[in-house]
């Protein structure tokens, strides 16, 4: 029964310890005045208004940077069909010659689309600062970490941690056309009248199709990009 009491007054005494810790803070922190930046800027300059009789001391800033960043992973030749149609007809005082379509080869185009990957880009870095230093600085305790992180970077990139997050963007991939292109219209026989066409006949016309122009779409952070209209087949060339 002894046994049992002691257990629960170590385990209550415990409990009462934790809960003390974490109330004054933990780590370095236990013991001392929360302050905001400004509030340091001016404990710096009037040490007195905060019941001290010094200035701060032994300050030390602590920076944290992460980046996200799209980053050129590769690039891929693609080919894209051109096409060519000659269209003739041919009409006179005694015959015509029904219009005739036909297909002209060409050569393709050539384009570039690149592969994008996003790498996560982190470093931390720990600064000594004087008073005199809070004092000048203007602006925030984050401006002045990015001024600091971004001069210590500039000078030795190995600083950097760098870690891909594994999305891409492909301006490749999926290639296919987003919209039919129009027809072309109905061939019409014009009539023996002194070598002039007859008027079109009903229906002969072709209306317009909406839409019909080709268009791209910008894909969601992490999607594939369908890909450029017209593209000869999918394939590309490295």
Not at 56 to 82: K, S
């Amino acid at each position: 029964m002894l046994k049992h009491i002691a257990a629960a007054a170590l385990v209550s005494t415990f409990a009462l310890g934790a809960t003390a810790f974490a109330e004054t803070g933990a780590g370095q922190n236990a013991g001392l005045k929360q302050l905001s930046w400004q509030q340091l800027q001016s404990a710096c300059q009037n040490p007195a208004a905060f019941q001290s009789q010094r200035q701060p001391n032994a300050i030390r800033l602590t920076c944290e940077d992460t980046q996200l960043v799209w980053e050129a992973e590769q690039t891929d030749r693609v080919e894209m069909d051109n096409s060519r149609q000659i269209t003739a007809s041919l009409s006179s005082d005694k015959y015509y010659i029904i219009r005739q379509d036909q297909s002209v080869p060409m050569s393709v185009s050539q384009t570039m689309c690149p592969r994008f990957k996003e790498v996560q880009v982190s470093y931390t870095q720990s600064f000594s600062l004087s008073c005199q230093e809070i004092q000048n600085f203007q602006g925030n305790m984050n401006d002045f970490c990015k001024a600091r992180l971004d001069t210590a970077v500039k000078g030795n990139q190995q600083l950097a941690t760098r870690a891909a997050t594994g999305r891409v963007y492909d301006m490749c991939a999926a290639p296919q056309l987003l919209n039919e292109p129009p027809k072309a219209p109905a061939p019409v026989a014009p009539v023996q009248n002194g070598g002039k066409a007859a008027p079109a006949q009903p229906g002969g016309v072709q209306p317009a199709i909406p839409g019909g122009q080709v268009g791209s779409v910008r894909p969601g952070i992490g999607g594939q990009l369908p890909s450029l209209p017209g593209l000869a087949g999918g394939h590309k060339s490295r």
